[in-house]
Every structure is written in C-alpha cells, then in structure tokens.
C-alpha cells in the first residue's frame, strides 16, 4: 500500500476550509482551501439574462475560472485561456446549473467566477465545491432584497477527484499524485447521490469495471463529506 505524501489514509480528503463571505463586494464569495489547494469563488448578480433566454422567465447560471499566474510552479501568461480553462468554466456552469431553479430564479444571470491562488491538484473540483456556496449566499441575498420567494436551489453538490496510482485507489489527489497517475477521475454529485459528471482517463494502464464502481463509490463517500461541511457552513440559509 503507498504512503501518501501528507500521510493520510488513502481513502481521506485533504484537510478542508471554507471562509464564507470571503469578499466585500460580491453578492456571495468564498475561499475554499484543499490542503494547498485554494481558489476563491464569487457569484455576482446581473439582471439581465442572454439572448436565448429574453421573455421566458427564466434564469441563468454561468462561470469562468482562471489560475493566478504563479498559481503553480511554473508562471501562467497572463490572458491566454486554454482548451482546458473552457472546459472547467463549462463544467462549473454545468454542475450549478443542474441543482438550481431556472424557472425560479426569474430573468436574471448569476456569474460564477472562480480564482487559483494556488493549485496542488483538484482546482476544478474545489471550484465547484466553493461555487456552491457562493451561489448560495448571493441567491439568499436577492431573496432577503424581495426579488425572489423562495431560495430556487434543489440540492447541495460537490465535486472530489479520485484515481488509482501504483494500483492503489486513492481519494482526493494532490498534483504529485495526479502526476503520476494511472487512472484519474473528476466526479460531481448531489447529496442524493446523484451524478452530474464523471470524467475518467487512463493514463497509463487500462481498468476495468470493478475497479470504476470502486473508484465512484470513494468518490461518493468523499462528496458526501464535503456536503456536509456545505451544510454546515450554510446552515441558516439552507
């Protein structure tokens, strides 16, 4: 069985923080640090919503997420998105999307931006966990102005990586250990359990079904931890 780096069992998440409330001017914002992972996530809220959307009542959720250029051990250019970046913003639009109300939210548009101060692994999963809860506040603050009647979410989710390396299968990678992968795996869930996305590559070695409902199973076991911090952070709004 492999010793992890930080020493935790192979089936733990990293140490997890969530900072409420993170930024003053956001309508809801978020610091979410996975061990040394950490990325502040803003929900910001225009009342206007795109072109397909005019005249139908209802609303929309969309992201964008970037890495500060020394985010990570190499500097990042300033101003040159990546095939990689579209793909994250759309799956962090993707997963709010499918736990919110558009027919409640009414025709306005709630941006999601997500910001790496620093990436060890996992950004695009701690994005997702952190971007609920700046959903979450900025929505209770549109309804605490009288603009909406009830909170237009269905359910908490949260995202978690899990892969298999030197045949061990472990939750919650860290960089090094993505790295050096041989299965990787990015999941979004629900507290029902149910699925958004599930993004699984072999890197190296091929596997098998067995090893894929092992692989979600930790995962669901993980993202149920992260629920429950969601709900405690969000206790008296949710």
Known sequence: MMIRTDGRGLDKLRSVSIKRNYLKYPEGSCLIELGNTKVICTASVEE??????????HGWVTAEYGML?????????????????HEIQRLIGRSLRAVTRMDKLGERTVWIDCDVLQGDGGTRTASITGSFIALADA??????????????????????????????????????????????MNIVMTSKGEFIEVQGTSERNTFNKAQMDKLVDLAK???????????????EIL
């Open 221 to 235: 076991k993980g993202i149920g931890e992260l629920i429950n911090l969601q709900k405690n952070a969000l206790v």
């Open 139 to 184: 929505l209770h603050k549109i309804k605490q102005n009288g603009a909406l009647k009830e909170m237009p979410i269905k359910d908490f989710v949260a995202a978690t990586s899990v892969g298999i390396v030197g045949g061990d299968l472990i939750l919650d990678l860290s960089y090094e250990e993505d790295s050096k992968a041989d299965v990787d």
């Open 48 to 57: 206007s919503v795109p072109m397909f959307l005019k005249n139908s009542g």
């Open 69 to 85: 250029p020394r985010s990570c051990q190499s500097r990042i250019p300033r101003g040159k998105d990546s095939g990689r970046t």
